[in-house]
Nanobody, 125 residues
């Protein structure tokens, strides 16, 4: 069992940066692929980024490519989302998620086994 706790959200002006962290409990964190998702008010949950268990492969939604970077530190049981050049349309609740097994379908929220409670990111114009 893995428990996930996000932090690092807040209010930032457009063009600013934030770094989200997702701390995981449990010894098996390094065996999980990790993803970040977001949900804006009135919208569907959206895939943002994912990283395989070893950090070898990363995936991004087109709208954040070049601005966001996902990374992980397995020694610290933590995955990060560095967000630069933030835009008002990035405003959402951000969630991290963990998936065991094969590194397939990481853009699909249905394949993830564990979810955090979320952290709010608000970008003002």
């Amino acid at each position: 069992q893995v428990q996930l706790v996000e932090s690092g959200g807040g209010l930032v002006q457009a063009g600013g940066s934030l770094r989200l962290s997702c701390a995981a409990s449990g010894r098996t964190f390094s065996s999980y692929h990790m993803g970040w998702f977001r949900r804006a008010p009135g919208k569907e949950r959206e895939f943002v980024a994912a990283i395989t268990w070893s950090g070898t492969y990363t995936y991004y939604v087109d709208s954040v490519k070049g601005r966001f970077t996902i990374s992980r530190d397995n020694a610290k049981n933590t995955v990060y989302l560095q967000m630069n050049s933030l835009k008002p349309e990035d405003t959402a609740a951000y969630y991290c998620a963990a998936k065991s097994g094969a590194n397939t379908g990481l853009r699909n929220p249905q394949v993830y086994d564990h979810w955090g409670q979320g952290t709010q990111v608000t970008v003002s114009s």
